[in-house]
């Protein structure tokens, strides 16, 4: 085993020390996490992790806004995805934060309004 694959075993392994912090040979290292996670990941060194969290947060923010969000708000309330994402675009132009809050719920009582009234109609023979 060369020199290089021992210091790195060496440096991975203090990592997962139960009860010892990130760094052996000093438990509150006020480095952080930065330097006892950087063995771990091939190509990461401290000074651009902050670029990979930014990245996965970005990641992780747009697979919630564009795939679970309108799936899933959209199959709790018998909604289509598009119209999720049409309410939720469409609240934000209008009122901003609250429209995006707001958005769905509208959408939700709206359409409850209109079913309940074109039932109705229909139960009286209107339509």
Not at 44 to 69: E, H, M, T
Not at 74 to 94: D, K, M, R, T, W
Not at 96 to 102: I, K, Q
Request: with cysteine.
């Amino acid at each position: 085993m060369s020199t290089t694959a021992a210091s790195s075993w060496c440096m991975a392994s203090r990592c997962f020390v139960v009860g010892r912090g990130f760094d052996a040979r000093r438990p509150t290292d006020p480095r952080g996490i930065r330097f006892g996670i950087a063995p771990l990941i091939p190509g990461l060194n401290p000074s651009n992790l902050p670029l990979y969290v930014l990245i996965l947060v970005g990641i992780a923010r747009v697979l919630d806004d564009v795939v679970f969000q309108p799936f899933v708000l959209g199959g709790a309330v018998n909604i289509h995805p598009l119209v999720v994402v049409v309410a939720i675009i469409g609240g934000s132009l209008i009122l901003g934060l609250w429209g995006m809050v707001f958005a769905i719920p509208t959408v939700v009582v709206v359409k409850t309004a209109v079913e309940t009234l074109f039932k109705e109609l229909k139960d009286y023979r209107m339509i």
